[in-house]
């Protein structure tokens, strides 16, 4: 009767907020009344009903991607020198001998603590932006615009550095893979 199918959908909402999967590339973070309690590996998982426990899922393996002084114009291309926005005033840099470079860079991260990048830091994008923008201006302020042009890589290495250094600081749970 009626009784029999209330009991069927319980027992189903509870079954299908009880079980979840977590795909190969990403990290479950588990909550018990909004409290951190666990990290669930991929798989299929099992966790209190929902309202109890929930479950934020993580991608751990994917490598996302920040550009900065670049502006698409159309999807998919990129063009370096767009007329104005405020992108683009982002990459004018001063060097150490008082030059004006424009410097386009592109920082790909991954996230390596799930808990830290989704607790820690209220915005932690903002933050990934605006650390990467300080540490840009930092390292090409140390240098002169001959060392800009030629020492790419160099620059790019010591701003990986100072930026992953800003990063686990300020505890945001990022890991940056490359600075272009």
Do not use: H
């Not at 990459?91 to 603590?113: E, H, Y």
């Not at 808990?115 to 140390?142: C, H, I, P, W």
């Amino acid at each position: 009767g009626p009784f029999l199918i209330l009991i069927l959908l319980v027992a189903v909402f509870f079954g299908s907020s009880t079980f979840y999967t977590i795909a190969v590339d990403e990290v479950g973070v588990v909550q018990r009344f909004g409290r951190f309690v666990r990290l669930s590996q991929p798989g299929l998982n099992f966790k209190l009903p929902a309202g109890i426990e929930k479950v934020t899922k993580v991608k751990v393996r994917r490598v996302y991607k920040e550009e900065f002084g670049f502006r698409s114009v159309t999807p998919g291309v990129r063009s370096r020198f767009a007329t104005g926005g405020d992108n683009e005033s982002v990459s004018l840099m001063l060097t150490g001998d008082l030059n004006v470079a424009l410097v386009p860079w592109i920082v790909q991260f991954r996230v390596k603590d799930p808990f830290n990048y989704l607790f820690k830091v209220r915005d932690v994008r903002r933050l990934l932006v605006d650390m990467s923008e300080a540490t840009m201006r930092q390292v090409v302020g140390d240098r002169s615009i001959n060392e800009v042009i030629s020492k790419r890589e160099e620059i790019a290495d010591a701003a990986k550095t100072a930026l992953q250094q800003e990063l686990d600081d300020a505890e945001t749970g990022i890991y940056v893979v490359t600075i272009e």
